[in-house]
């Protein structure tokens, strides 16, 4: 890393993805609670708002894949999204798990010391206003706290929203395809981190994200192959489903 503009950077290396979203049902607080078990002090999330404009987890536009209801999430009302089973069709064990609220997140993680990572992930159409939203609710949420919510997204109109609501507040680009401009796009964004998939980053992308101070950090990582040759390369952030594999204690495998 060089000495250019350093922020600081106070997330743990190892992020348990959508909570930790294969053992307990993704983006719920039993996903996190799993996590925290297995001793992760990090989680990704994915967020979205209500049609009364209430940040909550969910990772895809509509419900049909994670709860018994369908149709586009963002069109129901919170009172609506908030009594539907999000665990029901992950486990019997996890039957009428509630769809989270971020506000309910943020206790959760305030209370127990860890960080968060908030992937906005907007209903289509509603992508700067999802980042101005979260952002602002992140900020009141997390006032007063150490260690801020990073906010990520592939949608720059999302972070460019998000930063012109709260600029103190860090952002991340997510990025499935090294375009053109990437990097570019990073810095006009204000980035203090970029987040790729793990096949993208290689040594280049790293000294050229170190280079100018920012993070790179990469998602879904499940293999131990891929983890050290992160490892080996300097990453800075490892968002994994594998829990249960991989542990934050000695980065070592579990089984
Ligand atoms: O934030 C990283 C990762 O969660 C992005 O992919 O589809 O799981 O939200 P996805
Ligand atoms: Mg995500």
């Not at 089973?85 to 992950?90: K, L, R, V």
């Not at 300097?234 to 000695?250: K, M, N």
Request: charged share 20%.
């Amino acid at each position: 890393m060089s000495a250019q503009a350093v922020r600081p950077w106070p997330y743990p290396l190892w992020i348990a993805h959508r909570g930790a979203g294969q053992l307990a049902p993704e983006n719920t607080l039993a996903a996190f609670r799993a996590g925290a078990r297995y001793g992760y002090r990090a989680f990704e999330c994915d967020v979205k708002l209500s049609a009364d404009g209430v940040p909550f987890l969910l990772h895809d536009d509509t419900l049909q894949r994670t709860t018994p209801a369908c149709g586009v999430a963002g069109e129901r009302p919170w009172a609506e999204l908030s009594r539907l089973d999000a665990g029901g069709w992950h486990s019997r064990g996890f039957a009428g798990e509630p769809i989270p609220s971020l506000e309910s997140v943020a206790a959760f993680v305030r209370r127990n010391g860890h960080a968060l990572n908030i992937e906005i992930k907007p209903t289509p159409g509603l992508e700067a206003e999802t980042g101005r939203v979260v952002a602002r609710e992140a900020e009141r949420l997390w006032r007063d706290c150490a260690v801020p919510p990073l906010l990520s997204s592939f949608e720059p109109p999302s972070l460019a929203a998000a930063r012109d609501a709260v600029p103190a507040l860090p952002r991340a680009l997510l990025l499935d395809q090294l375009a053109q401009g990437w990097f570019e796009l990073a810095q006009e964004l204000d980035c203090a981190a970029v987040v790729t998939a793990y096949s993208l980053m290689d040594a280049a992308v790293i000294a050229r994200l170190h280079d100018a101070g920012l993070r790179a950090l990469c998602y879904t990582v499940n293999d131990p192959a891929e983890v050290q040759r992160l490892l080996a390369l300097g990453i800075d952030g490892i968002i994994t489903d594998a829990v249960d594999r991989f542990s934050p204690a000695g980065a070592a495998l579990l089984d």
